[in-house]
């Protein structure tokens, strides 16, 4: 059964604890990626991944850290220094980040983990 | 930097009724791509737009993307309840990074 998935669903930690956020997909998908959903707002772009050991900051990767040792797999840090980490986590993954007409940067997404810092 | 708005954030509309978000980018796009997210889901990917001009047809679902490659609409004709849920649009810069800057979103809501 093809797919990404994310765990876990819900995770709650206390300030000032480092945690990370899994990613796995299955689609042999050279692209990753991980976006933050804050309540009523769009999706915001963490980190991305074009290929295996290779990633890029996003808009907004201050206090988050990632690593892509396998192409399966893009764990996410919310480190300590995240100032305002609650939020709706949404990994994603594309055949590749390039596209237009082949529909190969098309995104599919996981379930999202729900974090909330206590 | 590049800005992706959309309008309105939220829409409720009576079942049967007719529904449209529209998107603006606040600079040229390569491409747009629509994406739907159900209460307490994840965004599910709908179409791509390339095209200036392009319009694009999913049984009750129309797409437009604008002559100037700027701005984009969803209209749904006779709205379900199954159309409830939060529609992106997501634009890619012409230059620069290959990533896509999601839009606000507009929040549908449909009232049996």
């Known amino acids: 059964d093809g797919g990404i998935t994310q765990s876990p669903k819900y995770l709650f930690r206390k300030e000032g604890q480092n945690v990370t956020l899994s990613c796995e997909q299955n689609l042999n998908h050279d692209a990753m990626y991980w976006y933050r959903q804050d309540p009523g707002q769009g999706l915001r772009l963490i980190y991305y991944s074009q290929i295996v050991n290779d990633f890029q900051k996003g808009d907004i990767a201050e206090g988050y850290s990632v690593s892509r040792e396998k192409k399966e797999s893009f764990p996410l840090t919310v480190t300590s220094a995240q100032k305002n980490p609650t939020a709706f986590y949404l990994c994603?993954?594309?055949?590749?980040?390039f596209g237009v007409g082949g529909l190969t940067d098309t995104q599919y997404f996981g379930p999202g983990t729900r974090l909330t810092v206590l | 930097g590049q800005q992706v708005m959309q309008i309105p954030q939220y829409q409720h509309v009576q079942e049967g009724e007719d529904f449209t978000t529209y998107c603006n980018s606040s600079?040229?796009?390569?491409?747009i791509q629509w994406y739907k997210q159900r209460p307490g889901g994840h965004p599910v990917f709908l179409i791509q737009?390339?095209?200036?001009?392009e319009v694009k047809k999913q049984k009750r679902l129309t797409f437009q993307f604008g002559e100037a490659k700027k701005n984009s609409s969803l209209h749904i004709t006779a709205t379900q309840t199954t159309d409830v849920g939060t529609y992106f649009c997501?634009?890619?810069?012409?230059?620069?990074?290959?990533?896509?800057?999601f839009g606000t979103g507009t929040r549908l809501k449909v009232l049996a």
């Open positions: 994603a993954s594309s055949t590749s980040i």
């Open positions: 600079t040229t796009l390569s491409n």
């Open positions: 997501a634009g890619k810069t012409l230059t620069g990074t290959y990533k896509y800057i």
């Open positions: 737009l390339v095209k200036s001009g």
